[in-house]
């Protein structure tokens, strides 16, 4: 199998959840967004299981010019896990210590928490969503979150996407984005990653 080369200025990300959670509308969401924004996409799922709870991945690159890569993402340059309990040794495969985790949890990831030197950032997305009357439905406060984190799209961008694509709670839902991006930016202002492009 021929080794998957990445061109230094593209982008990988890993959204991972279960079925049912939103992570593939999530994935889809984000592509749009930074679509949007002039950048060039690829995206493509793969799904654990038909049933529902199964571990669901979406795989989003993203480039200034036209991608031709069709392999998997052997290392991400950041991931968006949502359920602590995927944040395991098989993901962390995909990782290295560089890579943006940003993990759906009301716990803190530290020196004890057995991730070795990977670095996780963690939202209480379930609060977040439940003060914008969305329920357990966490995927607009985590890309909120994530945007934050990763310098990118804008979270301008990132709420009119979710805004128009909404088809239940759209005022709800961008606000929730916009809540996720304040949370994380109040929670790790001092850290180097926030506000600050990957790319």
Do not use: W
């Not at 060039?40 to 991608?67: N, T």
């Amino acid at each position: 199998m021929l080794a998957c080369v990445v061109a230094r200025n593209m982008l990988e990300i890993i959204i991972q959840g279960r079925g049912g959670q939103g992570a593939q509308t999530a994935g889809n969401l984000l592509t749009q967004a930074f679509f949007e924004e002039g950048r060039q996409v690829q995206s493509f799922a793969s799904y654990g299981g038909a049933r529902r709870g199964s571990p669901v991945s979406s795989v989003i690159r993203v480039d200034d010019k036209a991608i031709t890569l069709r392999c998997d993402i052997e290392r991400a340059d950041a991931i968006l896990c949502f359920d602590s309990s995927l944040l395991d040794a098989r993901l962390l495969q995909r990782a290295n210590q560089d890579t943006l985790l940003v993990v759906n949890s009301a716990a803190k990831f530290d020196d004890d928490s057995g991730l070795g030197d990977y670095q996780v950032f963690s939202i209480d997305a379930v609060t977040i969503a439940q003060e914008n009357d969305l329920g357990r439905f966490v995927n607009s406060a985590l890309l909120g979150a994530f945007c934050c984190l990763l310098g990118s799209p804008a979270i301008d961008t990132m709420s009119n996407t979710i805004l128009g694509a909404a088809r239940a709670k759209p005022e709800e839902n961008a606000a929730a984005c916009r809540a996720g991006f304040e949370v994380a930016g109040r929670q790790f202002a001092r850290n180097d990653r926030v506000h600050g492009a990957t790319t």
